[in-house]
């Protein structure tokens, strides 16, 4: 570990403490429906589509309507990304002339993007066309995100309100996101990605010549634009097989640290807006202490294992840190950095392959997924995740004080704590239970290309990464078959929506109370004590998906071995 290693930490995370007061009161203007300065501009796009698609955007939604609302949109969107990938081949902007993509990767693409997952079992340049990337993907890692925010909007209301039947209009937060928030700064970014040598072009391809003479075809296409989007929405899907290690999608060392402040940047004002909605923005920097704190722990120790490198490479006299599957332009301390922020959040972009990380550097990303998706998670999505912890928290709290617990003015009762452990309990039971059937039949073991614990490694990770609706993997997987791409399909598509619907119902639930006021009784959750108990239960209930796969993997390579089916 050097001085400057550090040192990039802590100007990445006090930039991120910088912004997150002015981004948290930029969304919270959205989150009331206020007018902002892009209005004058933006004002009447956004009332040409109210009127028309027939949107009354002052309807007040009840919670089943907002959910109902919210899967049509997704379903009809899923619906068009498969149609554009199986069509690909007739389709225009298609310069490279690629074929239709396959009946079992389109299914699994089209779920992936919907869920802002972006898991990809396919290379990006050898199998999208421009179209298939701009129509099929982009616009997706536009609405997933808005979607992600709106929801949590949606909660914040239900702790903001009182005696109300409504939530919110899915509609309305849904376009305020997108036209005042997402596009601007995506334009903004992409200007600067184009500055720093990203390609934005239509153009399919490029012919040089190397330094050794020898012609070279590189890949082009619009990446700017994808790649802004690809990271403040936390959606991870490259242009590129290569991701963020690509020099065409991050070329230089300041495009590395703003991609890793786009990736938190929401996420961190969406704390902030929390207190705001419910009048206390202590309430909101306490969520963040916890995140930030949770955060540096992983960042500690993956920079600490890479740092010390491989010992069976120290004994034989190779000395410095773990360098494989890393980029030299950025070296191990960003690359340990960005694996963490790319866990913590939703996102799964990478700048360095985690599959050859050291067994400890890459336990803690799989490990970030595995606790929820709510180290600062994606955007809206994180938020929303750790506020059904935070209930969790305080009903704790409750049964060692022995009175109804409290949380923001709201009782938390029976309802919203069984509400609350129904989403929370979906991580781990479907991420078990899958890795499980993966881990046993032959379609599932044919996928890790290493043996043994490495293979099973592989195998958790990618189901972890689907449920978490992260998107990164452990490379060694050969994902695109139709086990792989069907079962991961269906992990994502019940990693998102199988937590949205139950947390919904929670914000309703939460709305229709009257406000409780804090008495002397009540347990603080503004201080430190608070800040660790939120610790301390996101922790226990991560170890329920985490210390059971540490039994998995012996168990599947024991049936493997009976079976003669060795990893």
């Not at 600067?192 to 012609?215: C, M, N, R």
């Not at 590129?240 to 996420?267: D, K």
Request: charged residues 10%.
């Amino acid at each position: 570990m050097t001085i400057q290693g550090w040192l990039l930490i802590a100007a990445f995370v006090g930039i991120l403490l910088a912004l997150t007061k002015p981004v948290g009161l930029w969304l919270f203007a959205l989150y009331e429906g206020r007018r902002t300065p892009l209005h004058a501009v933006l004002g009447p796009v956004e009332r040409g589509f109210y009127r028309l698609s027939g949107i009354d955007p002052e309807e007040d939604q009840s919670w089943r309507r907002y959910a109902v609302h919210m899967l049509i949109f997704n379903a009809v969107l899923l619906t068009l990304t498969y149609v554009v990938l199986r069509a690909q081949a007739v389709l225009p902007l298609n310069p490279l002339g690629f074929a239709g993509v396959g009946e079992h990767l389109a299914f699994n693409t089209a779920i992936s993007f919907t869920t802002n997952t972006n898991w990809q079992s396919y290379a990006g340049e050898s199998t999208m066309s421009n179209l298939s990337q701009m129509l099929g993907l982009t616009i997706h890692n536009f609405l997933s995100a808005a979607t992600g925010i709106a929801l949590a909007f949606a909660l914040f209301r239900g702790f903001a309100r009182r005696n109300a039947k409504g939530i919110g209009n899915f509609w309305a937060d849904m376009t305020r996101v997108t036209l005042y928030l997402l596009l601007p700064l995506c334009v903004v970014l992409a200007l600067f990605y184009i500055a720093s040598g990203v390609p934005q072009t239509l153009t399919g391809s490029v012919d040089v010549s190397t330094l050794e003479g020898v012609k070279q075809t590189l890949a082009l296409g619009p990446v700017a634009s994808q790649e802004a989007i690809k990271m403040l929405g936390t959606n991870g899907g490259g242009f590129f097989n290569a991701n963020s290690a690509h020099p065409f999608e991050n070329p230089t060392a300041l495009t590395n640290l703003v991609q890793m402040l786009s990736i938190f940047t929401i996420g961190f004002g969406l704390t902030y807006t929390f207190g705001k909605a419910v009048g206390n923005t202590r309430q909101g920097w306490a969520i963040l202490a916890a995140m930030t704190a949770l955060f540096l722990m992983g960042t500690t120790v993956t920079y600490w294992q890479e740092a010390a490198g491989n010992p069976v490479l120290h004994h034989l006299g190779v000395a410095g840190g773990n360098m494989e599957g890393k980029e030299v332009r950025f070296g191990i301390a960003a690359s340990s950095l960005f694996s963490v922020v790319t866990t913590a959040a939703s996102c799964g972009a990478v700048n360095a392959m985690h599959d050859s990380f050291t067994a400890l550097g890459g336990l803690i990303p799989l490990f970030n997924i595995q606790l929820g998706e709510v180290v600062v998670g994606g955007v809206g999505a994180g938020i929303y995740g750790f506020l059904l912890f935070a209930i969790l928290a305080v009903f704790v709290a409750g049964l060692m004080v022995g009175r109804t617990p409290e949380y923001v003015g709201k009782k938390i009762e029976s309802r919203e704590v069984k509400l609350s452990v129904l989403a929370i309990a979906v991580l781990p039971l479907v991420i078990l239970g899958f890795t499980a059937i993966a881990s046993v039949v032959p379609a599932g073991l044919a996928g890790p290309l290493n043996k043994g614990p490495h293979g099973f490694s592989e195998i958790l990770y990618a189901f972890t990464s689907a449920v978490g609706n992260n998107g990164s993997a452990f490379a060694g997987l050969t994902a695109n078959t139709p086990f792989y791409d069907g079962m991961l399909g269906v992990a994502m598509w019940i990693g998102r929506f199988f937590i949205i619907i139950p947390m919904l119902a929670v914000a309703g639930s939460l709305a229709a109370k009257k406000h409780t006021p804090e008495t002397a009784g009540s347990f603080p959750t503004t201080g430190p004590l608070w800040t660790g108990l939120l610790i301390g239960i996101v922790l226990i209930v991560g170890g329920l998906t985490f210390l059971p796969s540490l039994a998995l993997g012996p168990i599947a390579d024991h049936l493997a071995m009976i079976r003669g089916q060795l990893f």
